[in-house]
T-cell receptor
Framework: NAGVTQTPKFQVLKTGQSMTLQCAQD?????MYWYRQDPGMGLRLIYY???????DKGEVPNGYNVSRLNKREFSLRLESAAPSQTSVYFC????????????FGNGTRLTVT | QQPVQSPQAVILREGEDAVINCSSS?????VHWYRQKHGEAPVFLMI???GGEQKGHDKISASFNEKKQQSSLYLTASQLSYSGTYFC????????????WGLGTSLAVNP
């Protein structure tokens, strides 16, 4: 059982380049999330999708876009990468019940030079 | 909206106890507790829903005080494997699924 799969694991971008981080889950979960984690800042919510067909902004959405392609997949796009977007990005998913835990992917370590 | 965790860091000797607190200025629907080791993804510990419940998980338990909008994580007879950063995540509305995290509490357990 793969759980939540994120690709790529590592990425180096130059300022101004664009890229898409991919996330897929095979647990039939309704809700999916993108977080970024920086030292001393904890996990900050970028965007989330409460259910297929909906997306909402989190705490730090500027500079990012998301697509809930279908129930399984939730991608995060950086249109014009900036050094401030250097971070570890985690995708997570959870089922529809209110007492359901988050399942995290292994993270993508992104460096923007 | 971000929950406040305290303390920021704890150092224990193996076998000692610790309490980590998570508080919010807004009414909470649920509190999630996770532990993260360096370079890894966070790992689920437990969820508490509003209603003031308490949960246990081996020697790790938690409570949720709805009046104070505060949750506490209790680590008893700590083991070396308890080392890591503990995060609480809070949800204010059970319908919109928005989960926001505190800054974390770093816990080091030494022999």
């Amino acid at each position: 059982n793969a759980g939540v799969t994120q690709t790529p694991k590592f990425q180096v971008l130059k300022t101004g380049q664009s890229m898409t981080l991919q996330c897929a889950q095979d647990m039939n979960h309704n809700s999916m999330y993108w977080y970024r984690q920086d030292p001393g800042m904890g996990l900050r919510l970028i965007y989330y999708s409460a259910s297929e067909g909906t997306t909402d902004k989190g705490e730090v959405p500027n500079g990012y876009n998301v697509s809930r392609l279908n129930k399984r997949e939730f991608s995060l796009r950086l249109e014009s990468a900036a050094p401030s977007q250097t971070s570890v990005y985690f995708c997570a998913s959870r089922a529809g019940q209110s007492n359901s835990p988050l399942h995290f992917g292994n993270g993508t370590r992104l460096t923007v030079t | 909206q971000q929950p406040v965790q305290s303390p920021q860091a704890v150092i224990l000797r193996e076998g000692e106890d610790a309490v980590i607190n998570c508080s919010s200025s807004k009414a909470l629907y649920s509190v999630h507790w996770y532990r993260q080791k360096h370079g890894e993804a966070p790992v689920f510990l437990m969820i508490l829903l509003k209603g003031g419940e308490q949960k246990g998980h081996d020697k790790i338990s938690a409570s949720f005080n709805e009046k104070k909008q505060q949750s506490s994580l209790y680590l008893t007879a700590s083991q070396l494997s308890y080392s890591g950063t503990y995060f609480c995540g809070t949800e204010m509305d059970g319908n919109n699924r928005k989960l926001i995290w505190g800054l974390g509490t770093s816990l080091a357990v030494n022999p």
